[in-house]
């Protein structure tokens, strides 16, 4: 009998969360969450040398955040670096480092994202922030390659976001951002089926809506807000809508082992 009464414990209290996060989230679309304060806190942006990193560096240099840049290009991350400090960071420090070698990111911060959250963990504190995209959420037609490396991410950061609140780290706080398509070069010549519903996003429209997302410590990021309908009803339906149709690809369609 002990076992049942846990378990239709465990459920209520399931569906009461679940319920309570659901109105949360209604609520705060209508009256937006209040933003936190990130003046003086360290903020390491990795691929800082130019596109949405660089322009994530100048705004949160614009809210007097201590900035650690990163990039495998020496001469941008430096540009940047410059940058951020016209834009009002009194402290930028940029290093050159490429993230996809392990022995690089040791030489430059003798430490791994996974070594990053001992630290977290000690304090209390800390904000992952994770920017997949929508080709994390599903297959899309002609970008396996990609769509595996997104997913890889997204399943990453939702579980160490899963490990930090099972574990009660509360003021460990995570973001997992999921764009469609952002106009930069990786995706030159992309378009979408339907424009009107599913732009192209601008860069910098991008980086104002995760930057807001980070400061109100939403989880999720959908953005454009429409893909948030299209996961609800992959989730829903057993043959949902895909995106695998709504993107074309220009004649020469970008290779995503060329990019970095």
Request: charged share 20%; glycine share 6%; with cysteine.
């Amino acid at each position: 009998m002990a076992p049942d009464l846990n378990s239709t414990k465990d459920l209520f209290v399931f569906l009461g969360k679940s319920v309570f996060s659901v109105l949360e989230d209604m609520v705060f679309t209508l009256i937006p969450k209040p933003q936190k304060n990130v003046a003086g806190e360290i903020v390491l942006i990795t691929g800082a040398g130019s596109g949405l990193g660089r322009l994530l560096a100048l705004k949160f240099a614009s809210l007097g955040s201590v900035l650690v840049l990163w990039d495998i290009n020496k001469e941008g991350t430096e540009e940047t670096c410059e940058m951020a400090q016209a834009a009002g960071a009194t402290r930028v420090y940029a290093y050159t480092c490429d993230c996809s070698q392990r022995e690089e990111v040791y030489r430059v911060a003798d430490q791994t994202y996974k070594a990053f959250l001992p630290a977290m963990i000690a304090n209390d504190h800390g904000h992952l922030v994770c920017i997949s995209s929508s080709a994390g959420l599903t297959g899309v037609n002609g970008l396996a390659d990609y769509c595996a490396s997104k997913f890889a991410a997204f399943g990453f950061a939702e579980a160490v976001f899963a490990e930090t609140v099972a574990q009660k780290q509360m003021g460990i706080k995570t973001t997992i951002v999921c764009p469609l398509l952002i106009n930069t070069g990786m995706f030159e010549g992309c378009t979408t089926k339907f424009p009107s519903l599913l732009p192209v996003l601008e860069p910098e429209y991008a980086v104002r809506k995760i930057v807001d997302a980070i400061l109100q410590e939403k989880v999720y990021l959908y953005i454009p807000r429409v893909l948030y309908f299209l996961v609800f009803l992959k989730r829903i339906l057993v043959l949902g809508p895909s995106f695998r149709e709504l993107y074309i690809a220009p004649e020469k369609a970008w290779k995503p082992e060329e990019v970095r």
